[in-house]
């Protein structure tokens, strides 16, 4: 009977402590984001994540992506112009600083795509920028380097330590072409 009794008796749960420290949680959390920002009434940005955290109280404050984020940049017509897609990502809202990471990809309005592991962008001063090994797709070539500095649009750019170019080109246009100018310098 003894042994009944204390079998049944109350036993201690273990239980983990309780967060205490606000800045360890989010204010914000947000599941599966799929919204468009307006300029002016005029529809410019997709967003597409699928979770948004904002750590208001972390020093320094950010948001997090940290499930991937895409973001499409659209025309009047709603035609997409430029698009950004990363892993992960941070927004430092009080720096006004943008740390993307992983698979980072990018296509500006001329039609470049843009590869690396890691870039920031600083709205405050316009730059986007990186010093790690990025590859870069342009209609006529790829070219390697590691490392680069770029306006925000991502039109005009310096590359640092360039280690490799391949160039695109049609035999069989650029063989005529050739046979072309020589005929041309032979009739001079």
């Not at 404050?61 to 990363?86: H, P, R, T």
């Not at 306006?151 to 280690?163: A, F, I, R, S």
Request: glycine fraction near 4%; hydrophobic fraction near 35%; proline fraction near 1%.
């Amino acid at each position: 009977m003894l042994l009944l009794f204390s079998s049944c008796g109350q036993k201690d749960k273990v239980l983990g402590k309780a967060i205490t420290e606000r800045d360890s949680l989010p204010i914000m959390n947000t599941q599966g984001v799929n919204t468009l920002i307006s300029d002016s009434g005029i529809t410019r940005y997709r967003i597409k994540t699928e979770e948004w955290l904002i750590f208001d109280r972390k020093r320094p404050s950010y948001w997090a992506f940290e499930k991937g984020v895409y973001l499409e940049q659209f025309d009047s017509l709603l035609n997409v112009q430029a698009s950004i897609q990363a892993d992960t990502a941070y927004y430092y809202d009080r720096e006004r600083l943008w740390k993307l990471t992983g698979h980072v990809k990018i296509m500006n309005r001329k039609g470049e795509r843009f590869n690396t592991e890691l870039l920031f962008w600083n709205e405050i001063t316009q730059q986007v920028y990186s010093d790690r090994k990025i590859r870069i797709e342009q209609a006529d070539k790829i070219v390697y380097a590691c490392g680069f500095e770029a306006n925000q649009d991502m039109t005009k750019w310096n590359l640092h330590n360039v280690y490799n170019t391949e160039f695109y080109f049609d035999e069989k246009s650029d063989v005529a072409a050739g046979s072309a100018a020589r005929k041309d310098s032979v009739k001079k």
